[in-house]
DNA sequence: ATGCTTGCAAACGCTTTGCAGTATG
DNA sequence: CATACTGCAAAGCGTTTGCAAGCAT
């Protein structure tokens, strides 16, 4: 690693934690890992690996793609990170850092804003199949879709005006 | 086309009412698009491309892979087909006709069983969070992973037994 | 000093697309 | 007969992997 490191990364995320948990798995702490999911913790957005790569390349030019996604992996797997989808394209893997309550995505198909959400639904449902059905859930992934408030309005009043097919599908 | 059709082809699908359909969407029936969809009809199952590439081939041998793609993306336009993801790697997508009743599915990591489950608790999710939050529900991708009634219960039987870490988590 | 990690680039797997010939309505 | 559709092959896209050099411990 040749590539300078912008002061400041060194204390960005390792609260020795990590470097602990790396270290109990078998791992070393490397400033890129640390970067990537300080970057995680700070957006707490959610980022597919290329957006992961671009934020944490302000810190560090060097970092390649690859290497996100294999720390990505690595923090997956040791349960500090979580993966998701989002929408009805699965094409692309969105990141997560773990710590939130347990939620939810609805991707909004007018603005594509990704909003969360939380119900005790999705429990509920697999608690009750589980029961009749002896399936043992280890994981459930959910992920809505439509409009939200301000892109339904928007569109319920194109409907009313325009009235010659405004609407998509 | 070029290919000699197997006899019974022909009356393997179109009630008429996909020529009309297809008709309404400016398209046209051709052998392809009939067989493909009958394929979804007869295996009730779930299938990805390839999966309904081979078997129409027993019936059509000419068929291209890429003709199934697009048939798919034309059939899922005209709404005779839904598109699904299956366990947590979502690489694949996988194809089924629609008509049956509302389910969700789940699949067993242990022998990679797709189980069909029906629920109504997620369209109560989503009723109960378009009330409270403006957000108009179009769709919702759920898929359920973890292990089916017989493969949990051989698992929980080897943990018994080897002691030693025959889970693998 | 050992070997886990990284960067680079090529490979992968599934899906999409450009093109010219073919068949449908 | 116009043009939507097909087969073929190549491209696309996100993700993964082999390899040699480079760090962390």
């Given amino acids: 690693m040749s590539p300078k490191v912008t002061p400041g990364l060194a204390q960005m995320q390792p609260p020795a934690t990590l470097q602990e948990a790396l270290h109990v798995a078998g791992r070393r702490l490397t400033p890129q ?36 996604y294999r720390t990505l992996a690595v923090l997956k797997e040791m349960g500090l990170v979580e993966q998701r989808y989002f929408a009805r394209d699965h094409k692309r893997e969105y990141y997560e850092a773990v710590g939130k309550r347990e939620h939810y995505h609805a991707t909004c198909l007018g603005c594509g804003k990704v909003i969360e959400v939380e119900t005790p639904r999705i429990r509920q449902a697999q608690r009750e199949l589980s029961e009749n059905s002896g399936f043992v859930f280890v994981h459930a992934c959910v992920c809505f879709e439509g409009y939200c408030a301000e892109c339904a309005q928007a569109r319920s009043q194109d409907a009313g005006e325009g009235e010659a097919g405004a609407d998509g599908a």
Same sequence: chains 1, 2.
């Fill in 33 to 68: 890992r640390a970067l990537i999911l300080s970057v995680l913790h700070q957006v707490d957005g959610h980022l597919d690996a290329e957006g992961i790569h671009s934020l944490a390349q302000h810190h560090y030019p060097g970092l390649n793609l690859a290497t996100v």
